[in-house]
């Protein structure tokens, strides 16, 4: 199983930039789907975009395309998100996640479909 920690939350202005790292361990992360998730106070957590095992596939939420990008450095064990262009209502906790092995879905992913999560980093976007 894949233990992952995220860092690079914070405070930020609307309109700028932000981005999160999530390091991964264990032996199996270059062959695994990672995807990245967040919970706004009060509500449900929200898929925000995928990337598969080589990189070379990316899927993202309609709220996000455009100005979230998904990466991975399979050498560092590590997933990125950048996000750009931050709005209030990116306001959220995210969170990282692994999926069970390089599964690839033609359809949004949900919670059940990764087996491994971060503990969090929160971002807040100011007006």
């Known amino acids: 199983q894949v233990q992952l920690v995220e860092s690079g939350g914070g405070l930020v202005q609307v309109g700028g930039s932000l981005r999160l790292s999530c390091a991964a361990s264990?032996?199996?992360?270059?062959?695994?789907?990672m995807a990245w998730f967040r919970q706004a106070p009060g509500k449900e957590h929200e898929f925000v975009g995928s990337?598969?095992?080589?990189?070379?596939?990316?899927y993202y939420a309609d709220s996000v395309k455009g100005r979230f990008t998904i990466s991975r450095d399979n050498a560092k064990n590590t997933v990125y998100l950048q996000m750009t262009s931050l709005k209030p209502e990116d306001t959220a906790d995210y969170y990282c996640?692994?999926?069970?092995?390089?599964?690839?879905?033609?359809?949004?992913?949900?919670?059940?479909?990764?087996?491994?999560w971060g503990q969090g980093t929160q971002v807040t976007v100011s007006s």
């Open positions: 990337i598969n095992w080589s990189g070379g596939s990316t």
């Open positions: 996640a692994a999926a069970r092995g390089a599964m690839w879905w033609y359809r949004t992913p949900i919670l059940t479909d990764f087996a491994s």
């Open positions: 264990g032996r199996t992360f270059s062959s695994t789907t």
